[in-house]
């Protein structure tokens, strides 16, 4: 599921900033700010996901094992898989989602409009009184930085205010009763951008419904919907399935209980990325 949500990320990136342009085409005084495209920042946690990128696969070639290579780099065979079977490409983007928003974030794009509207000719201390208003508790020289990377030509652009891969899958693998308004209306706006997305959600919500309530009668249905239409990433998991369906069948039923049913309830909830508090029956 998650890996879906990563590959889809610009269908909800595009949509967001759709919204966003005509929200703020409906306010006269705030004029939509298009700035140019940059270069993912050269920051600390991004170089050293690269950089461990590249001495994982430099290992890999000259044929180190995970473990040879988790003790080598001091890190988790986990975290050597994971960059070993993921693009480089798909790492650097979460890496940058780690990092914090920062209090200015969601004043930006108010302050990027401004600006242009103003043709830079705009009062540091002014701005910050006008945020303030709107609930931003920063200081007054983080607003005056901003304004000067605009007037520089070095500031980022605003990010589209996407959740992550992990959130959005948490959000549907959790039963839909412990969601709060705020979150169901979330996935239904990344539903509403994405088929994609919206046939693995509403596989990954039957076979949670699957898994928790130990209906294996019904997996191979699952399997066979998952393999006609799913996404690339659900068909994988839906041929692992299909490898050993007897033991995972009679893992998943009413009538089989001990080691079986705890290995389809543990490892193959988060082989779909679900989170812990669904494997534990939440």
């Given at each position: 599921?998650?890996?879906?949500?990563?590959?889809?990320?610009?269908?909800?990136?595009?949509?967001?900033?759709?919204?966003?342009?005509?929200?703020?085409?409906?306010?006269?005084?705030?004029?939509?700010?298009?700035?140019?495209?940059?270069?993912?920042?050269?920051?600390?946690?991004?170089?050293?996901?690269?950089?461990?990128?590249?001495?994982?696969?430099?290992?890999?070639?000259?044929?180190?094992?995970?473990?040879?290579?988790?003790?080598?780099?001091?890190?988790?065979?986990?975290?050597?898989?994971?960059?070993?079977?993921?693009?480089?490409?798909?790492?650097?983007?979460?890496?940058?989602?780690?990092?914090?928003?920062?209090?200015?974030?969601?004043?930006?794009?108010?302050?990027?409009?401004?600006?242009?509207?103003?043709?830079?000719?705009?009062?540091?201390?002014?701005?910050?009184?006008?945020?303030?208003?709107?609930?931003?508790?920063?200081?007054?020289?983080?607003?005056?930085?901003?304004?000067?990377?605009?007037?520089?030509?070095?500031?980022?652009?605003?990010?589209?205010?996407?959740?992550?891969?992990?959130?959005?899958?948490?959000?549907?693998?959790?039963?839909?009763?412990?969601?709060?308004?705020?979150?169901?209306?979330?996935?239904?706006?990344?539903?509403?951008?994405?088929?994609?997305?919206?046939?693995?959600?509403?596989?990954?919500?039957?076979f949670t419904d699957l898994v928790r309530h130990q209906r294996?009668?019904?997996?191979?249905?699952?399997?066979?919907?998952?393999?006609?239409?799913?996404?690339?990433?659900?068909?994988?998991?839906a041929g692992f399935l299909r490898q050993d369906l007897d033991?995972?069948?009679?893992?998943?039923?009413?009538?089989?209980?001990?080691?079986?049913?705890?290995?389809?309830?543990?490892?193959?909830?988060?082989?779909?990325?679900?989170?812990?508090?669904?494997?534990?029956?939440?």
């Amino acid at each position: 599921m998650e890996k879906t949500c990563h590959q889809h990320r610009d269908c909800l990136r595009k949509r967001v900033e759709e919204e966003s342009a005509s929200e703020v085409a409906e306010v006269p005084e705030v004029a939509p700010t298009l700035l140019p495209p940059t270069e993912l920042p050269r920051t600390q946690i991004i170089e050293r996901t690269r950089h461990r990128y590249e001495d994982i696969h430099r290992l890999l070639e000259k044929r180190w094992t995970i473990s040879a290579i988790a003790r080598r780099l001091n890190i988790d065979r986990k975290t050597v898989r994971r960059f070993r079977d993921t693009d480089l490409d798909q790492l650097l983007v979460s890496a940058r989602e780690r990092r914090p928003n920062g209090v200015l974030e969601p004043f930006k794009a108010y302050l990027n409009a401004r600006f242009t509207e103003a043709q830079g000719q705009v009062s540091g201390t002014r701005m910050f009184l006008e945020i303030q208003a709107r609930g931003y508790r920063g200081s007054r020289q983080v607003v005056r930085k901003h304004l000067a990377a605009l007037r520089a030509g070095t500031a980022e652009p605003v990010r589209a205010d996407v959740p992550s891969p992990r959130k959005i899958t948490s959000w549907i693998m959790r039963p839909r009763e412990t969601l709060t308004v705020s979150h169901n209306e979330r996935l239904l706006q990344i539903r509403l951008a994405c088929p994609d997305i919206t046939r693995a959600c509403d596989l990954a919500r039957a076979f949670t419904d699957l898994v928790r309530h130990q209906r294996g009668y019904l997996l191979l249905a699952w399997i066979r919907q998952a393999e006609q239409d799913a996404p690339k990433p659900m068909k994988g998991f839906a041929g692992f399935l299909r490898q050993d369906l007897d033991a995972v069948t009679a893992g998943l039923c009413h009538e089989h209980h001990g080691t079986a049913t705890r290995a389809a309830n543990v490892s193959i909830p988060h082989a779909l990325g679900m989170p812990d508090s669904v494997v534990r029956g939440a």
